[in-house]
């Protein structure tokens, strides 16, 4: 008796060319015993699917798409914006530049923060400590968390800390889809020219969402793309509305978008108390 090569098209026949095939070989009829394993794998396969779906690789697959790369992107695509390229720490000296603080006026950034002296705030993509390094004195009861998934750029940011002897600045070392911050920890999460280049976005907004204190802050700032004068490439601008339709999405509630700088964005949210 030779196995049946392809399938039958109804149950009925498939258990009969079975039996046919094992069953009377066994001298007994396979389909009682078969049947409770059958029934085991099924929900073997059904409990697997529940939990693939609730997996975090599962989810992104769905949250992302695939492009060809544009010349300063990554090929990924986030809610109908292509992810940027990382600024590498071979760049550095741009972010400390002497021109930046007429060009940006960073300290009216600060000072709208309106911080208070015990505030703990996690400076995300904090590259060299621009702003890290400037807020740390302002919370003297608090602290600041450098995140930085380049380990080049907190090596320079721990330099200058030492250098400056501030104190209540600690860097840590980011993934890229993982902030690494502790659960309900933080005041206020600052993400200066840093939030369109996180390679998984959601997840790391996810991972700021729980780090925060319930009525926690989100301040981001970002160049304006809705102005071709800003000279910026395209993809390291943001526009009001992208970053509005992406904070929403992590369930984040926009308080106010204050155009006091003269080149980016900055805008301010809360997570529910
Ligand atoms: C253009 S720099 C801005 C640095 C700083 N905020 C400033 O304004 O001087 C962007 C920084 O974001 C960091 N970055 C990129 N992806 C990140 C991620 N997923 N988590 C944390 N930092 C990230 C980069 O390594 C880089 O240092």
Known sequence: MTRPTTLPHSRPQAWA???EAFGNRLGTSIRPRIAPVLRCLALVAFLWGLAACG????????DYQTVAPSPDGIGRVYLGREIAQTMGHQGAGWLDRPSRALQERPQ????????APTDIVADIGAGTG????????LVPQGKVLAVDIQPEM????????EAKGIENVEPILGQIDNPNLPPSSIDLALMVDAYHEFAYPREIMQGVVAALKPGGRVVLAEYRAENPLVMIKRLHKMS??????????????????DDILPEQHLLFFQKQA
């Open 55 to 62: 997996s975090p690789a599962l989810q992104a697959s769905t």
């Open 17 to 19: 060319t079975i039996r």
């Open 240 to 257: 009001v509305a992208q970053v509005r339709r992406e904070m929403a999405a992590v369930g984040l509630e926009w308080i106010k978008t």
């Open 130 to 137: 621009y702003f890290a390094r400037r807020i740390a004195p």
């Open 154 to 161: 907190l090596a320079m940011l721990q330099q200058e800390l």
């Open 108 to 115: 009216a950034a600060i000072a709208a923060l309106d911080l």
